[in-house]
Each structure stands twice: as structure tokens, then as C-alpha cells.
């Protein structure tokens, strides 16, 4: 009789794992399915920054937005340095904060038209107002790229 509760008490015990292993899967796999319209691969096309334009040749950058992550090529940390990405697609501009891997943000800004993205980030504390470089500080700097297909 012991037994027969001693099995019970095991398989309900099991049981609950399960079910508790079961419901964190779930959640974890909600978190990932978390996607943004940024999500997937951009190759650079020109940047806009420090009086310049420099246009990029095939391959030389891009950019990859997965969930809440970003990694890239000679995009804001070295390449395949994974950082934290945060995008509010609410707001107008749609805005996004790149967090480094020091931790400090990087406020920027971020327009999709068909297979376009432009970003605009600013090298001070405050976010770009818009995707026009500053002419007088050229503390703003505007990324083109396109989705890769």
C-alpha cells in the first residue's frame, strides 16, 4: 500500500514538472516568435555622416534584427558582437534604442518603406528629431539599407 502512494506521489511530482517545464517552453518560445518589422537581414547601401556620404559596396555592410537582438557588419559595434535592440514602431518617428555592449543606448530613429530602411542615430544623449544631418554639428548620422532577399 506505501508503495502503490510512494508511485503516486511520483508520477503527481513528475506530473507538475511537466506541465511547469511545458508552460517556461511555451513562454520561451512566445519571447523568440516576439518579431519587429525590422526582423531579418539589410545590407547597407549608403551612410550619411561627418559631412560625408560613403556608399557600400556588395557585402561590405549589413545588419541582422532578430527579436530583440541585433548583430551586423560595421554596424555601431564590431562585427558578430550581438547587442540588445529595442524598437517602439508606435511612435512618430517609429524610434528604436541600441543598447551596446557596455550598456550605454545608442537613440535613433527608423523609417521602412517597401524593401528600404533609413536610420538615423545621434552620437549625443538625445534622439534625432528627423533624417536630415546636422549641419552644423553633424552629430546625426543617416544609414540606408536594403532588405535582403
Request: hydrophobic share 40%; charged share 25%.
Amino acid at each position: 500500500m506505501n508503495f502503490m502512494k510512494s508511485v503516486r506521489s511520483i508520477a503527481a511530482i513528475v506530473g507538475v514538472l511537466l506541465m511547469a517545464t511545458a508552460a517556461i517552453d511555451g513562454a520561451s518560445l512566445r519571447q523568440q516568435a516576439t518579431k519587429t518589422e525590422l526582423e531579418g537581414t539589410w545590407d547597407g547601401e549608403m551612410s550619411i555622416g561627418g559631412g560625408r556620404t560613403r556608399t557600400f559596396a556588395a557585402g561590405e555592410m549589413w545588419v541582422t534584427f532578430r527579436g530583440n537582438t541585433v548583430t551586423g557588419k560595421k554596424f555601431l559595434s564590431p562585427e558578430g558582437v550581438e547587442a540588445k535592440f529595442e524598437v517602439d514602431s508606435k511612435a512618430s518617428p517609429k524610434h528604436f534604442d541600441y543598447i551596446q555592449p557596455s550598456g550605454n543606448p545608442i537613440h535613433g530613429i527608423y523609417e521602412i518603406q517597401g524593401d528600404s530602411l533609413t536610420i538615423a542615430i545621434s552620437l549625443e544623449a538625445t534622439r534625432p528629431a528627423g533624417f536630415k544631418e546636422s549641419d552644423q554639428s553633424f552629430r546625426v548620422s543617416i544609414l540606408k539599407l536594403k532588405r535582403r532577399k
